[in-house]
């Protein structure tokens, strides 16, 4: 007769924690949570306080800062910016004016001279002896390489030779 | 034994729920508030790092008069009508030449002041609650010209003079417009062919700079705050190339007891 063992062997299974020290943990788990929430609770509070007093500082602080020395900074950086900007302007008239000395020819001689700096025109009325002068001083201008356009606007026989409008634009 | 057992999983529920409902979102929060601290934690450094910067600059310029005088000079703060034509009427007879009109433009034409963007007292922009847009009230001043018409006789050689003397006055101004003609010139404008005549008459419209002191607006970003540094190298420029001294203005007596005869 075969013997058969039916005793069951607990020796290797592992035993789960009782429900009691699962409680425990769990219980001990909420507490901390708790805890941690009621710390941050009052950490946050804290903060909201120091954000509050800093804020609080930094408006004072910067209608301090606006009403003293920086303004007159600000002021004196600002007309600085001004100069280094105006500083690199050329004054353009006489500069004009020496070119128009340097392109006449002998023969001519101007009755008006005006110069617009915006536009960077000059607007003439020259005399010339006779159009052969006409043609030269036109030559003259164009040869220059100091303008864009040249026009002549008409001209007119008078006793004194011919006199014509030009209009001249800066290059 | 069934409370026993159902304890388990009611704590872990209770557990959860907590955690999702009351801790975490108070957790968030805080890391917000904290973020924020330290932000305006970084505001304030900047802003006393700035102060500091902007007290060292005053002290710098208030120990550097001569610039700040240059400065004035070239750019006034104020049209200064007086100083104008007391630097024309200067120039003009200095040069022998003869004032035949002289007038100030009533309206001049210049650069609008640059807008920008209001800021509450925490440098935060100020924005319409309507539209949404910023809200614009404030302005850093631009350059602005009192432009003034001269009307002179003289020679073409003093003519000359005046314009290059203009060019170097200490005051920046620039010559806009000019008219040359024989002095000659009839009463219907057309000039009277005269080749022998000398004699010319001039009109010449400058624009004299000035430029109104800051009023409201600070630019607190402005890189002056940051690096510190003045740029005095235009100034220099300025002191080289204006040299044309104008006697300054003074009034020698005050009152007079009839004030309709000379």
Redesign the interface.
């Given at each position: 007769m075969v013997n058969i063992n039916l005793k069951i062997d607990h020796a290797g299974e592992k035993k789960g924690p009782s429900?009691?020290t699962?409680?425990i943990v769990?219980?001990s788990?909420?507490l901390l949570?708790?805890l941690?929430?009621g710390g941050?609770?009052f950490?946050?509070s804290r903060?909201?306080k120091?954000?509050e007093a800093?804020?609080t500082?930094?408006?004072a602080?910067?209608?301090?800062?606006?009403a003293?020395?920086?303004?007159?900074?600000?002021?004196?950086?600002?007309?600085?910016n001004?100069?280094?900007n105006?500083?690199g302007?050329k004054?353009?008239?006489?500069e004009v004016?020496v070119n128009i000395e340097q392109f006449m020819i002998p023969d001519l001689?101007?009755?008006?001279?005006?110069?617009?700096?915006?536009k960077g025109e000059i607007n003439m009325?020259l005399?010339a002896k006779n159009y052969n002068g006409v043609a030269k001083q036109l030559l003259k201008f164009k040869n220059s390489g100091y303008f864009s356009d040249i026009q002549v606007k008409g001209s007119e026989v008078?006793e004194?030779g011919v006199?014509f409008p030009v209009t001249l634009i800066v290059k | 034994m069934n409370l026993k057992i159902l304890a388990f999983p009611v704590l872990i529920f209770t557990i959860i729920v907590f955690s999702i409902w009351f801790v975490y979102p108070v957790y968030s929060d805080l890391l917000i508030t904290r973020a924020k601290l330290n932000e305006i934690n970084g505001k304030l450094e900047n802003i006393d790092q700035k102060t500091q910067m902007a007290e060292k600059l005053n002290g710098e310029i208030s120990s550097k008069a001569e610039y700040q005088n240059i400065l004035d000079g070239f750019l006034p703060a104020e049209r200064n009508e007086e100083q104008i034509i007391n630097e024309v009427n200067d120039i003009i007879f200095g040069g022998g030449m003869v004032f035949y009109s002289l007038a100030f433009k009533e309206k001049e034409t210049h650069l609008e002041d640059v807008p920008v963007p209001s800021l509450d007292e925490r440098g935060n922009p100020i924005t319409d609650p309507v539209t949404g847009q910023p809200v614009y009230n404030e302005v850093i001043p631009k350059i602005k010209n009192a432009q003034i018409t001269i009307g002179g006789i003289g020679d073409y050689d003093k003519i000359r003079g005046f314009l290059r003397k203009i060019s170097s006055l200490e005051r920046m101004n620039s010559v806009s417009s000019i008219r040359i003609f024989k002095a000659t010139e009839n009463s219907s404008g057309t000039e009277a062919d005269n080749a022998s005549s000398g004699t010319l008459k001039m009109e010449a419209t400058v624009d004299f700079k000035y430029l109104d002191k800051v009023k409201n607006t600070i630019d607190m970003d402005d890189g002056i705050f940051t690096t510190g540094q003045l740029n005095l190298s235009a100034l220099d420029q300025v002191k080289e190339t204006r040299n044309t001294v104008v006697p300054e203005l003074r009034t020698e007596t005050e009152g007079k007891q009839n004030p309709f005869v000379l």
């Open positions: 429900p009691i699962a409680g769990l219980g788990l909420l949570l708790m941690a929430y941050m609770l950490y946050k903060l909201d120091k954000v800093g804020n500082e930094y408006v602080k910067v209608g301090a800062f606006k003293g020395k920086a303004k007159n900074v600000f002021d004196f950086q600002n007309r600085l001004n100069v280094i105006l500083s302007e004054e353009k008239t006489v004016l001689y101007i009755n008006s001279f005006e110069y617009d700096k915006t009325s005399n008078t004194k006199k | -």
